[in-house]
């Protein structure tokens, strides 16, 4: 909303619910819909650019695939539909080696009780986007919680994230996927880490991780393996999303500049990159 020139459209099973989060604005509109109209959904969207799905339930994504499918790609090659699934909906398929190799995120409640199938009717919902031919994005947020502290997201593949997300960075997140090329064609998991500050820009991290198209989804321990080409290079992307400031530019400081001096342009107690007056000793001005 803080573009001018954008609508929103939000259609849910309780309109009283939904007007009580969102705010007053002459650029909202709030439409009763049930998952199973599918016509409804193909006529409500018929000028909608993209949409975000946070519901549950195959009917309804169903519908809103059908509602993009026949779009060509956007301009941006940003995705038509953002997912909103959740972390874990591939490990009660995992085999017992993978559980015991992994048990810090095959034994959690979620995943052993799997209340009323829940994870695997989010996995089938999943494959019915992937399916429907319109152009996607799934991210799995692990545990979402109220109170957690705000702070960055954390992008994996694998299905092996465990941890808790803040629902107000999430919520940022999947709105900032609708403008991320490099998201198109990818599901992955995000947690978020207090007290980082939000890159400026997610592309670089998106770009690393692995299409969809690539092949099936793997095995948990393959996965992980493979993922950014190797077992060294995932442990780079994934300290690398956790460099401090909002640039994320570990090569570009010059010796004695803090990443928050080089977020804003601030030449460090050396100065400028490649001309720094470096001490003699350590510790010395």
């Given at each position: 909303l803080k573009d001018p020139k954008v609508e929103v459209l939000a259609l849910t099973r309780n309109v009283s619910r939904a007007e009580e989060f969102l705010p007053v604005d002459d650029r909202i509109t709030v439409l009763p819909w049930k998952p199973e109209d599918e016509a409804g959904a193909v006529s409500a969207l018929s000028k909608a650019d993209a949409a975000i799905w946070c519901a549950e339930g195959r009917q309804g994504l169903v519908a809103l695939g059908k509602a993009f499918a026949s779009r060509e790609t956007r301009p941006s090659g940003s995705p038509r539909v953002v997912m909103c699934s959740s972390a874990a909906v591939t490990r009660p398929t995992w085999s017992e080696k993978q559980k015991s190799q992994f048990s810090g995120a095959a034994d959690i409640p979620i995943v052993r009780l799997n209340p009323g199938g829940l994870l695997d009717e989010k996995r089938a919902t999943e494959k019915l986007l992937r399916q429907s031919g319109a152009s996607y994005t799934v991210a799995r947020p692990?545990?979402?919680?109220?109170?957690?502290?705000?702070?960055?997201?954390?992008?994996?593949?694998?299905?092996?994230?465990?941890?808790?997300?803040?629902?107000?960075?999430?919520?940022?997140?999947?709105?900032?996927?609708?403008?991320?090329?490099?998201?198109?064609?990818?599901?992955?998991?995000?947690?978020?880490?207090?007290?980082?500050?939000?890159?400026?820009?997610y592309g670089e991290v998106l770009d690393r991780l692995r299409p969809d198209a690539v092949g099936p989804v793997a095995t948990a321990w393959s996965r992980v393996r493979s993922w950014f080409g190797g077992q060294q290079a995932a442990t780079y992307g994934v300290l690398q999303q956790l460099l401090p400031g909002e640039e994320q530019n570990s090569?570009?400081?010059?010796?004695?500049?803090?990443?928050?001096?080089?977020?804003?342009?601030?030449?460090?107690?050396?100065?400028?990159?490649?001309?720094e007056r470096v001490p003699e000793t350590l510790g010395s001005s």
């Open positions: 692990t545990g979402l919680k109220d109170d957690w502290p705000t702070g960055r997201p954390l992008l994996s593949q694998g299905d092996v994230a465990v941890g808790r997300t803040s629902r107000q960075d999430l919520a940022n997140f999947l709105v900032r996927l609708l403008d991320e090329p490099k998201a198109t064609g990818k599901t992955f998991e995000v947690l978020t880490v207090p007290g980082y500050p939000k890159p400026l820009e090569a570009g400081l010059a010796m004695g500049q803090t990443y928050e001096q080089y977020d804003k342009k601030e030449e460090g107690r050396l100065g400028p990159r490649g001309a």
